[in-house]
């Protein structure tokens, strides 16, 4: 078997375990759990805003021309909103959404999400192992909170633990589908790796922009808003560096 297909295989398969990060909150009091939260939602948003703009763009950019780059990265943004709207999904922080009527479409939404970032995954590693590595980086980092965030909505929703977990993971594993797919269509198709990098940098500006940042603005204290930033900050420049010292 190929090794490429190797590490597609092992990434979104490690990708799809992370739906099983639920079970650290068993033992968490709810005020640690919703410190640690939002550190990691304001790390993941910097680490999306960093990762979309300082790799995934210029890797696209290398395979076409910046123009064309920049209509996909829109394209890739109006897209996820499109998503968000079609599947009434958002990425909820705090263990209930208003705008979830129903935990089904959570799901439903998660796992056409979750696809797109097997795809992702996919053409990150056609461009090479150190890209792929470093876009995973990327795509956990959003994946963790996000995950911790889905548990909590399908609980507060009527599953019991056991269950949420489950279906999260069910969720959570359609990442393989995605990335064997990515894959032979990378194959099948000359050119496709940049097209998807490029409008996986629109969807991971989108989720940072619209989703995670304003659950930040939500902070009414003024430390803890100072607190998060430096956390987004941190998640940006660690992307930067990553670029800086690896060239990836």
């Not at 994946?143 to 949420?164: H, M, S, T």
């Not at 430390?223 to 990553?242: E, I, Q, R, T």
Request: hydrophobic residues 55%.
């Amino acid at each position: 078997m190929d090794s490429v297909l190797l590490w597609i295989i092992a990434a979104t398969a490690l990708d799809g375990l992370l739906a099983l990060v639920g079970v650290l909150t068993l033992w968490m009091k709810p005020e640690t759990f919703s410190k640690s939260l939002m550190f990691m939602v304001a790390f993941s948003a910097g680490t999306l805003l960093g990762g979309a703009l300082f790799h995934l763009l210029g890797e696209a950019a290398a395979t076409m021309d910046l123009d064309t780059a920049t209509v996909l990265l829109v394209v890739g943004f109006c897209s996820f909103f499109v998503l968000e709207r079609v599947f009434k999904w958002h990425h909820c922080h705090e263990g209930r959404c208003d705008v979830h009527p129903f935990t089904y479409l959570i799901l439903l939404g998660d796992g056409v999400h979750n696809v797109i970032d097997g795809l992702l995954i996919a053409a990150s590693f056609m461009v090479g192992i150190p890209f792929g590595i470093v876009t995973c980086v990327v795509v956990f980092s959003h994946e963790i909170p996000q995950e911790l965030g889905n548990f909590a909505v399908l609980v507060y929703g009527g599953f019991d633990r056991k269950k949420a977990l489950l279906y999260n993971l069910l969720a959570q594993l359609t990442c393989v589908i995605g990335g064997v797919g990515g894959y032979f269509a990378a194959q099948a198709f000359a050119g496709i790796s940049g097209v998807l990098l490029a409008f996986a940098a629109g969807g991971f500006i989108y989720i940072a922009a619209s989703d995670l940042i304003p659950e930040l603005h939500k902070e009414e204290s003024t430390a803890k808003a100072f607190s998060s930033f430096g956390a987004f900050a941190m998640g940006v420049v660690f992307m930067y560096a990553v670029k800086a010292f690896f060239n990836v």
